[in-house]
């Protein structure tokens, strides 16, 4: 007897929501469009108890004091604020990524023209990150997330740039390492997300926000495999028009080095990154785009 097929998860919201979105920000003016998404964003905070406590745990742990309301609506509004920039981005408008300091290693792969593995955070602007790749930098990239029955902002940024973005959807884990071994055997760039293990075939815990944190680990044991080199990055709203990138500096496979050692340094160079990031929460709290338990 055969299980009955899973539907596929999806973003809250109608399926009709995101187009919408688009429709009014072409027909209002953003002094009354903005308050309209505040307005909305508290009708989502009051009916989303789930992601509300998820909000208010990691609240207390980056301000160091229990959240109030106004502060949940805030990070609820800064999804909101992220989601709106990539539909205007898809719609057309002028947006570029430009380098934060030392990023010097990630600029140097993305001349090199060599392939690589890209980690990715749900902060800020980073999903911006790889169709800049993809976009502004011509490069050929592959993007592994979970396939969700409503992502309209995904498929129009992805339909921007033609046959140089390509998906790997995942929405089973025992699909995980199979796709991606087929992706990271080529020549181009891969980009996973590395801080929501639920779909990682590895993860390993890390320090982070005053505790030991599960994070993915499986983009180390490729770069290991295909001898491809590792970078970390996320994005961050910066002036009108633009989003900086911030990148860890590369970690590349060293040909005969051991494998227990390889993965010691993979754990150094992903803690040190993490601790970056974490400085970037602390001042920056609302960027946090993850609604889920801190594991």
């Known amino acids: 007897m055969t299980s009955e097929p899973q539907p596929a998860p999806r973003n809250p919201g109608p399926s009709w929501g995101y187009r919408a979105l688009s429709a009014m920000d072409r027909l209002l003016p953003e002094g009354i469009f903005r308050p309209l998404r505040s307005f909305g964003t508290w009708i989502a905070v009051l009916g989303m108890p789930a992601q509300r406590g998820h909000s208010r745990a990691y609240l207390r742990v980056v301000l160091g004091r229990e959240p109030r309301m106004a502060d949940v609506h805030r990070h609820f509004l800064a999804v909101s604020e992220a989601l709106m920039l990539r539909l205007r981005v898809a719609n057309g408008r002028p947006h570029v990524c430009v380098f934060g300091p030392g990023t010097g290693d990630f600029a140097a792969w993305l001349a090199s023209g060599r392939p690589g593995l890209l980690g990715t955070f749900h902060i800020g602007d980073s999903d911006l990150t790889g169709f800049m790749l993809a ?19 995904t ?5 921007r740039f033609g046959d140089r973005l390509n998906f790997i959807w995942v929405n089973e884990p025992g699909e995980l390492l199979f796709a991606l071994k087929e992706a ?14 639920d779909h990682s075939a590895r993860s390993e815990e890390f320090d982070f926000l005053g505790a030991k944190r599960r994070f993915p680990f499986t983009i180390y044991h490729l770069a290991l495999i295909f001898g491809r080199p590792v970078l970390l990055s996320f994005g961050a709203p910066g002036s009108p028009g633009q989003s900086v990138v911030h990148a860890s500096p590369v970690f590349e496979p060293l ?3 051991p494998r227990a050692a390889a993965l010691g340094r993979a754990r150094g160079h992903f803690q040190e990154f993490l601790g970056r990031v974490e400085a970037h929460l602390r001042e920056r709290p609302y960027e946090w785009l993850n609604f889920l338990p801190l594991s």
């Open 135 to 153: 976009g502004q930098e011509k490069k050929r990239v592959h993007i592994v997330r979970l396939r969700v029955g409503n992502s309209h902002d």
């Open 155 to 159: 498929e129009a940024l992805a339909s």
């Open 184 to 197: 990271g055997s080529g020549v181009d760039a891969v980009a996973l997300q590395c801080d929501r293990p």
């Open 255 to 257: 040909e005969g080095e």
